[in-house]
């Protein structure tokens, strides 16, 4: 059974920097991209950020320069370093599968940025 467990959020002022982390159990991590999404109050969620087995990174407009997605198939996570934060930012941030969705989605981790 394929388990997502994020965890780094919290509250930051705008500027200001956070990491996420997310470890994924109960699949062969290596080989499945890998992405974030994020839901803000009354919005869909929307992807951020991918990553392919191989490293190569994908970002939506909103966060290029800002964000950096990053993975280490040896510890079976996935990391997002963000930086530069503004309150557009704030939502909950989950990560899963790029390629192949996952239909277990993990609790998510709350990010609110403080203008």
């Known amino acids: 059974q394929v388990q997502l467990v994020e965890s780094g959020g919290g509250l930051v002022q705008a500027g200001g920097s956070l990491r996420l982390s997310c470890v994924a159990s109960g699949i062969n991590f290596r080989f499945y991209a890998m992405a974030w999404y994020r839901q803000a109050p009354g919005k869909q969620r929307e992807l951020v950020a991918s990553i392919t087995s191989g490293g190569s990174s994908e970002y939506v407009d909103s966060v290029k320069g800002r964000f950096t997605i990053s993975r280490d198939n040896a510890k079976n996570t996935v990391y997002l370093q963000m930086f530069n934060m503004n309150p557009e930012d704030t939502a909950v941030y989950y990560c899963?599968?790029?390629?192949?969705?996952?239909?277990?989605w993990g609790q998510g981790t709350q990010v609110t940025v403080s203008s």
């Open positions: 899963n599968g790029r390629t192949t969705i996952f239909a277990s």
